[in-house]
């Protein structure tokens, strides 16, 4: 058993189909907005590798048309799993975008709704960055920070928990300010610019920071740092962050 799938996402972006190629068709852009470490070989045929954790991925370039189509997805596996994407970019009047993802592929196994739940709400969170970093980060570069926490055992608790150290409620919005300093960091002035059951993304003026619930069981922060830092020491700061958020 499996689940075949093709979802849809559009949205007007404030940006210029040329800023958001530069995000989505080459490694420094990627690494800015989308997750971990990314390398792309342009052109037809080309390759787009994505490192996250224990996670390697790579897909095959099958339409390359800059900056109007950018399709890529991996090769089916022997289970039949694959993974594709179609960015659509259209330029409006007044240096505006309409842009499209297609996504689409193939979960296999009994379980496939709990990944496709994941997937779905994971994937709303990366089309809400893409459109931030465009609209407010565009000709900058990020040091992408992953950092895993340990096991959930309570999903419930551990989302109060962090909203209680974002300094938020409850009923969370986009627009809503954050005040919070991790260990051994600065501390941190953002605003809310996603949410859902299963993410939450907070932007500032020198970062995007994130926070997912990860497939497997853990917090993960996957943050985008547009200063210079150093990296190994800000991992563990996180590291040591979300191990103190589910200890409460």
């Known amino acids: 058993m499996g689940h075949a799938f093709e979802g849809e996402t559009e949205a007007e972006v404030d940006a210029t189909p040329e800023q958001i190629w530069a995000a989505i068709a080459t490694g420094p852009g990627a ?14 045929g080309g390759t787009v590798r994505t490192l996250f954790g224990a996670y390697r991925g790579e897909s095959l370039i099958t339409g390359w048309d800059p900056p109007h189509r950018l399709a890529y997805g991996s090769e089916p596996a022997p289970d039949g799993r694959f993974m594709a994407y179609e960015f659509l970019i259209e330029g ?10 297609v996504t689409s592929g193939f979960l296999p196994g009994d379980d496939w709704e709990t990944e496709y739940d994941a997937m779905t709400k994971g994937g709303a969170l990366f089309f809400a960055t893409l459109r931030a970093y465009v609209e407010h980060f565009a000709g900058r570069t990020a ?45 941190i002035d953002g605003v809310v610019y996603f949410v859902n059951e299963h993410t939450l993304g907070i932007r500032t003026d020198d970062a995007i920071y994130r926070f997912l619930r990860g497939l497997h069981g853990p917090m993960v922060a996957a943050h985008h740092i547009f200063t210079r830092i150093d990296e190994q020491t800000t991992q563990g700061a996180w590291e040591s962050w979300l191990t103190g958020l589910e200890r409460g």
């Not at 340990?150 to 954050?178: C, E, F, N, S």
């Open 31 to 44: 690494d800015s907005w989308f997750m971990g470490t990314n390398h792309v070989e342009p052109g037809p």
């Open 92 to 101: 409006r009047g007044g240096g505006s975008t309409v842009l499209r993802l």
């Open 143 to 187: 040091t992408p920070v992953t950092a895993f926490g340990p096991i959930v055992a309570d999903w419930g608790r551990t989302w109060a928990a962090l909203r209680g150290r974002l300094g938020l409620g409850d009923d969370v919005k986009p627009g809503q300010t954050v005040r919070f300093t991790p260990g051994g960091l600065a501390p």
